[in-house]
């Protein structure tokens, strides 16, 4: 048996990760790594936090937290994340769903009338599927097609529709952006890659060397996907029609301007809960 207690080990795991650079996260991905190191949920665990770790699971705990120090994501990790209601599958292959990205869903939702609307959503680029997913959650009338270019991320989303119980309302397609796509949408949203190609080798690892490049490169201003964007919007809303895109917190008005340029004079601008442009939205006339 270990010598030490689930608490002294929880506690030696945290002081590794602050040492790695982690800072205030330390503590709760420790508790996180702990809990799926146990399989014990939350309330389990504390319940016994003063008792000693068996060898197999303190082992197994210490390798955990040996691939967060080496900064690889928590949701590679343990294999999923939090996103709206929903829990995602998550790989290398797509970005992993922030918080931050919910305001886009919030956006989307607050432009619909009636949720039981038997709404047409088109998602693009969508990745795990967590956007057209978390709407469909929060839309039991909805349908939607969500497009992507890597065939591996859309192997993570129709995952991710099969364990929230919504792969029967939605299509994925394997295309790039929305190309061969030709019915019109209701709700039109995406989260493209708006990061700039210099920028992304100054980001933290856990970004730089573990997200698909793919996913986050936007060319040299971070803006080459939205004139393609929003003309796609054009072609693709119905009138009446609601898009909305996920921007960098420094693009607001870039795409603001990119946005009236295409036409959608009433394009505005939405902020995250930390205050920042973090989306941009518009209605088709």
């Given at each position: 048996m270990n010598a030490l207690s689930w608490r002294e080990a929880l506690?030696?795991?945290?002081?590794?990760?602050?040492?790695?650079?982690?800072?205030?996260?330390?503590?709760?991905?420790?508790?996180?790594?702990?809990?799926?190191?146990?399989?014990?949920e939350a309330a389990s665990l504390i319940a016994q936090l003063n008792a000693p770790i068996?060898?197999?699971?303190?082992?197994?705990?210490?390798?955990?937290?040996?691939?967060r120090a080496a900064r690889e994501p928590l949701s590679h990790i343990t294999?999923?994340?939090?996103?709206?209601?929903?829990?995602?599958?998550?790989?290398?292959?797509?970005?992993?769903?922030r918080a931050d990205t919910e305001t886009v869903v919030e956006t989307a939702l607050a432009s619909v009338s009636d949720r039981n609307a038997p709404l047409a959503i088109l998602d693009i680029a969508t990745g795990s599927g967590?956007?057209?997913l978390a709407l469909l959650s929060e839309l039991p009338n909805a349908r939607a097609v969500a497009t992507d270019v890597s065939a591996a991320a859309l192997a993570v989303a129709r995952e991710n529709a099969a364990r929230n119980?919504?792969?029967?309302?939605?299509?994925?397609?394997?295309?790039?952006?929305?190309?061969?796509?030709?019915?019109?949408?209701?709700?039109?949203?995406?989260?493209p890659p708006y990061i700039a190609s210099a920028v992304i080798e100054t980001l933290e690892p856990e970004v730089k060397d573990f997200?698909?490049?793919?996913?986050?490169?936007?060319?040299?201003d971070g803006l080459v996907p939205y004139p393609h964007l929003f003309a796609e919007?054009?072609?693709?809303?119905?009138?009446?029609?609601?898009?909305?895109?996920?921007?960098?917190?420094?693009?607001?008005?870039?795409?603001?301007?990119?946005?009236?340029?295409?036409?959608?004079?009433?394009?505005?601008?939405?902020?995250?809960?930390?205050?920042?442009?973090?989306?941009?939205?518009f209605t088709r006339d």
């Open positions: 506690r030696a795991g945290a002081a590794r990760l602050r040492e790695a650079g982690l800072g205030d996260d330390a503590e709760a991905d420790a508790r996180r790594l702990l809990e799926s190191a146990s399989r014990l068996p060898d197999q699971e303190a082992a197994h705990f210490d390798a955990l937290i040996a691939r294999g999923s994340v939090g996103f709206w209601t929903l829990d995602l599958r998550v790989t290398r292959d797509v970005l992993t769903p967590a956007i057209a119980a919504l792969s029967g309302r939605i299509e994925f397609i394997e295309t790039s952006w929305a190309d061969g796509v030709d019915v019109p949408f209701d709700l039109l949203v995406s989260n997200e698909p490049r793919l996913a986050l490169d936007g060319g040299p919007a054009r072609r693709l809303l119905k009138s009446g029609g609601t898009g909305v895109f996920e921007i960098g917190y420094d693009q607001g008005e870039a795409a603001l301007a990119l946005a009236q340029a295409a036409g959608f004079e009433n394009a505005m601008l939405r902020r995250d809960l930390g205050g920042n442009d973090r989306a941009v939205a």
